[in-house]
């Protein structure tokens, strides 16, 4: 049974057509991350929810921002993807924010962009 | 300076083979957590086994178990047995206590041989 479920699971857009990816859960985590994660190198942080909470890391692209409107849900909005957008996109979620607790993912988005 | 150090890009092995993927760290922290997580081709991201930097005990789940040696800064996973569905992308993180992020390695794509 899925935990945190990304939908779709393949999403093809065009250049500069706003595009929203979203990321459910079933765990009843505190926390909800985005990652972006281009081949063959680690995922790299994007965002992160504490409940609602909303943190955006330093280098994070101004044209991505997220949406948290309850515990079970996360959205992710690419306002004008470029090119260079296209990549794997995870969510991921943790109890909490300790550095015991493992984060979760879901199977993922791969975005295409035309 | 890299935090993580995956020293393997690629490693092959022969089926029902014991493998070793090699991690080291740098923290200054007292306080973090070691994992390491398995992605397949298809691309979701699995959590695998937790090593917390107070554990006396090195973790085992499964065929899974992390060979932790703190004074030299390494935490190999240890898999046992090795099957085809072993083959994916391993990744080894940390979650230092003074940083909220998961700290990546670059990976080490397993492929495993029948």
């Known amino acids: 049974d899925a935990m945190v479920i990304q939908n779709p699971r393949y999403q093809v857009t065009q250049f500069g057509k706003p595009v929203t990816l979203s990321c459910s859960q079933t765990l009843n985590h505190n926390v909800m991350y985005w990652y972006q994660q281009k081949s063959s190198q680690a995922p790299k942080l994007l965002f992160h929810y504490y409940d609602k909470d909303f943190n955006n890391e330093a280098d994070t692209p101004d044209n991505f921002q997220s949406r948290r409107p309850n515990t079970s849900f996360c959205f992710l909005d690419i306002r004008s993807p470029g090119l260079g957008d296209a990549a794997m996109y995870l969510c991921?979620?943790?109890?909490?924010?300790?550095?015991?607790?493992?984060?979760?993912f879901g199977d993922g988005t791969r975005l295409s962009i035309l | 300076a890299q935090k993580i150090t995956q020293t393997q890009p690629g490693m092959f092995v022969q089926e029902k083979e014991a493998v070793t993927l090699d991690c080291t760290y740098d923290?200054?922290?007292?306080?973090?957590?070691l994992f390491w997580y398995k992605q397949p081709s298809s691309g979701e991201m699995i959590f695998l086994i937790y090593?917390?930097?107070?554990d006396e005990q090195n973790a085992t789940e499964g065929r899974y178990s992390l060979n932790f040696q703190k004074a030299r800064k390494s935490a190999n996973l240890v898999i046992s047995a090795s099957q085809l569905g072993d083959s994916a992308m391993y990744f080894c993180a940390m979650r230092e206590d003074s940083n909220y992020q998961l700290i990546w390695g670059a990976g080490t794509k397993l492929i495993i041989k029948p």
């Open positions: 923290t200054s922290d007292q306080s973090y957590g």
């Open positions: 090593q917390g930097s107070y």
């Open positions: 991921a979620t943790s109890r909490s924010q300790g550095r015991n607790q493992p984060q979760h």
